[in-house]
């Protein structure tokens, strides 16, 4: 079995690689990497407290949700691979601009926070939305399980990497300066590097090449539109577009609805995770990284296996499962306040949403034409992004009024009416082999 994974992965383009290299940048530097130990104390080091963290957090999401849509839009319009390198741009600009907050009058200081990070988020956006229809386009149908699963190994492998340089490097230039880790200073070098690093990723997507149209199927001879392809309607008769169109709608619909709901758990512990280790319980720096990074990495072997329990129980019944693990794993963060029960939630955490986002992605996508999902990746981005920004506004005002206890039990709950609604909605559904491409997804009873 182990013979036939390595096999598929020697099958995958050179673009595949490519992207992974990219990708491995971001987990290294945004995406659970150096900035998810150290924005945040970053923050906090510079005199706010937990509710400016969770209004900082929460603007940025925000922009995150809003800019998803049209960030779908750009893929479809000058293609996934030009749009991500757009976003990785933007978001090197964004990330080093952010390095230098400390240095920005205090009278200015909070709108040119609030500023650059909604920049920096929008950036996020337009690199996130593009990743999965880029993916999908550069891999055959019997290779998704295999990329989608390395694809999040490497994020989670790369975060663990970046956590880890998280929490030693403010350590390094507080002794390099002889300043006091209560500082700020010793944290904003550590987020000019990761904004310094994303020119790798740059680079690597500008060796890839879009996927071309077969030159046996040339399109037919149209006059140029000046709107993305998935807004165009089809040339079906009216039945056929009216049940499309009613099935495509329903299913963004209820996407969006779990989406919101399941990543909620995620969302308060990605978020306040850093802010609980360091202002709850008091751990240095250094544990706080190394915690995060461990729970990145103990993703990386749970996620290898997802082709592997997805043959064995389908993307389906193993997105459901891994969502009401997160559930489990917020229990012992909720209900022990010590840091050893906050890293083995965290880790519980970490790994089981990167099976369950692996498998939802792969679910859904299957589901929909070539074309469609650009738009379907916007939405479900979009969705997220507003699950997480609803979460970081209203979790910095909970800790201060409730207590962090109140706050990881809510996101536990709402994670748990999400994975019900994704199990009792989709629990009927009869695919085939192209569903939604062919008006072939059967009501749930």
């Known amino acids: 079995m182990l013979a036939a994974y390595l096999a598929t992965l020697r099958t995958f383009q050179r673009n595949v690689w490519l992207y992974f290299i990219a990708i491995s940048l971001i987990g290294f530097t945004v995406d659970g990497g150096i900035y998810s130990v150290v924005f945040n104390l970053f923050l906090l080091r510079l005199g706010y407290g937990p509710e400016f963290v969770g209004q900082v957090n929460s603007v940025g999401l925000l922009a995150f949700a809003i800019c998803s849509l049209p960030a779908g839009a750009l893929g479809s319009r000058f293609g996934n691979r030009q749009a991500m390198i757009i976003g990785l741009a933007l978001m090197m600009t964004s990330s080093i601009l952010l390095s230098f907050s400390e240095a920005v009058t205090t009278s200015w200081r909070e709108p040119w926070i609030f500023t650059v990070y909604c920049f920096f988020h929008s950036s996020i956006a337009i690199f996130f939305v593009n990743t999965a229809p880029f993916l999908m386009a550069s891999t055959s149908e019997d290779q998704q399980s295999h990329a ?40 904003r070098y550590p987020l000019l590097i990761a904004g310094l690093t994303i020119n790798i990723g740059i680079l690597a997507l500008f060796l890839a090449q879009e996927k071309k149209r077969n030159p046996r199927k040339p399109l037919p001879s149209r006059p140029r539109r000046l709107y993305p392809s998935f807004f165009r309607v089809p040339r079906f008769n009216r039945i056929q577009w009216q ?6 709608l329903k ?47 103990l993703a990386v072997p749970v996620v290898l296996t997802m082709p592997l329990l997805s043959a064995r129980w389908g ?60 738009l379907m ?37 709402l ?15 009869a695919m085939a082999k192209t569903p939604l491409r062919e008006v072939a997804v059967t009501e749930p009873g």
Do not use: C, H
């Open 415 to 429: 994670t748990f009416v999400g994975t019900v609604i994704f199990w009792g909605y989709f629990r009927n559904f």
């Open 243 to 248: 049940n499309l169109d009613r099935n495509f």
């Open 315 to 374: 993307n389906r019944d193993l997105s459901a499962g891994a969502s009401l693990s997160a559930v489990l794993f917020l229990l012992p963060v909720a209900f022990i306040p010590t840091w050893w029960a906050a890293g083995i939630g965290y880790m519980g955490v970490m790994a089981g949403s990167s099976i369950r986002y692996t498998s939802f992605l792969i679910y859904i996508m299957a589901m929909i034409k070539p074309e469609q999902r650009s």
């Open 377 to 413: 990746s916007g939405i479900n981005e979009m969705t997220a992004g507003l699950g997480f920004a609803v979460m970081a506004l209203i979790g910095g005002y909970i800790i201060v009024n409730q207590g962090y206890q109140t706050l990881f039990l809510l996101g536990a709950g």
């Open 251 to 297: 299913l963004v619909l209820v996407v969006s609805s779990i989406r919101v709901f399941q990543i909620t758990g995620m969302a308060v512990l990605m978020t306040f995770f850093n802010v609980y280790m360091d202002d709850g319980l008091g751990a240095p720096t250094a544990q706080v990284g190394l915690l995060t990074g461990l729970g990145r990495l």
């Open 148 to 187: 989608f699963s390395i694809q999040s190994a490497m994020i989670s492998a790369a975060a663990f990497v970046g956590s880890m340089a998280g929490g030693i490097l403010p350590g390094i230039f507080a002794n390099t300066t002889g300043l006091s880790l209560e500082v700020a200073t010793p944290y």
